[in-house]
């Protein structure tokens, strides 16, 4: 089946957590809309086409759909698009063989093929959504307001950082980052603390990043994120593309 016909199926709004394995490790995304045969998963860093990954959704009523899944489709963000605005970047994916708890999938989308057709969608497709980086774990030595501390993982749009700094939420800072063998400087603000077991630190959120600066940054946290040399790829017309 062709791409074109892929995105002909109906497709319905809406908000679940799905589980991505890419570079050897699991990430949580969003779902933007989903279908019988597959999921648009919102993120700034889509996989490449063709590329086989495996998926768990985890369906509001308990069950966990997992499988694998094909990159039939993918949605960058437009340079100079402020988030929010446009077309949401992701990559829609589609089954590839067998997947489990299929009956309770099927009964889930039906669901909402139902609520649709009464006026009453279980998400819009203009809803924003505050986490849409994938995020990377890596770390990384900074230098948040004056003192050395390291990164416990990196996006596009903030970072954690281990640290002991009892800066509140709402603060803004100032983080100075070795990237290679230069230093990269940008502001932040604090968005969170947190206190995990094994981990405490802060969440914080780039601000004011200019364009080049922060393609330089993805550009550098992805070659320092782990290979994924072991992707696999299907082809198009494979059989067991659902």
Known sequence: MGTSEQRREARYPAR???????RGQSIELLTNDVSFRGVFLRTDSPPALRQLMKVELLLPSGP??????MVVHV?????????GEGAVPGAGV?????????????QFVHQLKVRERAGMAAAKTTDKVRR????FKLS?????????????????????????LPLPVGTRA?????????????????????DESGFRGLGVELADLD???RAALVAFVRRSAPSDDESIFIEIDDPELH
Do not use: C, Y
């Open 174 to 194: 100032r983080i100075e980052m070795r990237a290679g063998d230069q230093w990269m400087h940008f502001d932040v603000v604090v968005r969170r603390a947190i």
């Open 75 to 83: 949605t960058n963000r437009p340079e100079g698009q402020p988030k």
């Open 132 to 135: 849409a980086s994938e995020r």
């Open 16 to 22: 679940i957590v799905a589980r991505v394995v890419r």
């Open 64 to 69: 966990v759909v997992s499988g694998h899944a």
């Open 211 to 213: 364009p080049a600066k």
């Open 94 to 106: 589609q089954f590839w063989g067998p997947i489990t708890h299929a009956r309770e999938w099927e």
């Open 140 to 164: 990384l030595e900074v230098v948040l307001d004056g003192k050395t501390s390291m990164t416990r993982d990196v996006s596009e749009n903030g970072m954690a950082i281990r640290t002991d």
